[in-house]
Every structure is written in C-alpha cells, then in structure tokens.
C-alpha cells in the first residue's frame, strides 16, 4: 500500500472501522473494599464504569450464542473491564474470594446479596432498639464509631 492511500472497506484484511481501545477506568480514587461502607463503594464504582460505557457486564450475564458477534465482543470486553476493575478495587482477602468469578456481573450480584443483607440486619437491630426505645449510652456509640474509622 503506498503511503497516501486511505484504509478503506476495500482493503481485505482490514476491517473498515477499527475498534478504540479506550484506557482503563481510573480507580486510583477509590479505597479498596474491605467490608464497611458497601453502598458508597457500589455506587463509586458503578458510576465510573457508566462513564466508560462498561457498565452492561455487571447488569446483563454473558449473551447467549445466538448473539451478534459484535455484541458478544462488545458484551466481552466490558466484562473484563468491569471484572478487572471490580477486583482491583477490592480488599486482598475480598479478591481471593471474588477472583475465581469468570464474570464480572457474578462478581456484582454475589457482593450486592451478601453485603446489602448485612446493612439490612444492622438496621432492623437499630429500629428494634428504637421500638424497645432503648437508648445506647453516648460512651458506646463514639467507640462504635471510632472502631469504624480506617486506620491511620
């Protein structure tokens, strides 16, 4: 090919529209996952993966075979998007767990149902106390939330 020719549909072996590898989500801002504060983490993470339009992986699983093999590529690579960045913004002993799921949208779920059940536990234990209107001494509550703070 000389060197002024364009890349066209013509050319056999290339394809007409060339895919754009975006770069990878920053994730450099968001702590590692380590049990406590799931919702803002969920919702961190959710929402950087929305802006790079990767974000399908973790609602739809793997598309069936019948699927365009465009969308299967597309379906495939925000899946190791969002698999490689839902991992590495995990706690060490989090990713042992979560780095044998081959989807990310498993990934998702698996920590959505565990630690979303938590908070729902914790919280029915606080309206209980209310209800019973029992009252935790201040003294209590400041070590609760000391305990809760990351380390320094």
């Known amino acids: 090919m000389a060197s002024g020719d364009a890349i066209n549909s013509s050319s056999p072996n290339i394809p007409a529209t060339m895919p754009l590898h975006r770069p990878l989500p920053d994730m450099s801002k968001i702590e590692a996952f380590d049990r406590k504060n799931f919702r803002h983490w969920q919702e961190r993470v959710y929402s950087v993966l929305d802006m790079h339009e990767d974000v399908d992986a973790l609602e739809k699983p793997e598309l069936a075979d019948d699927a365009a093999e465009t ?82």
Do not use: M
Request: glycine share 2%; aromatic share 10%.
């Open 71 to 152: 969308q299967k590529d597309f379906w495939q690579h925000a899946n190791e998007v969002c698999r490689h960045t839902l991992l590495s913004t995990l706690s060490n002993d989090l990713f042992d767990i979560y780095s044998v799921y081959k989807e990310a949208n498993k990934i998702w779920e698996s920590l959505i149902r565990k630690y979303t059940a938590e908070d729902a536990g914790k919280q029915k234990l606080l309206e209980e106390l209310r209800a019973k209107k029992i009252t935790l001494p201040d003294e209590f509550v400041a070590r609760i939330l000391i305990e809760k703070l990351p380390e320094s």
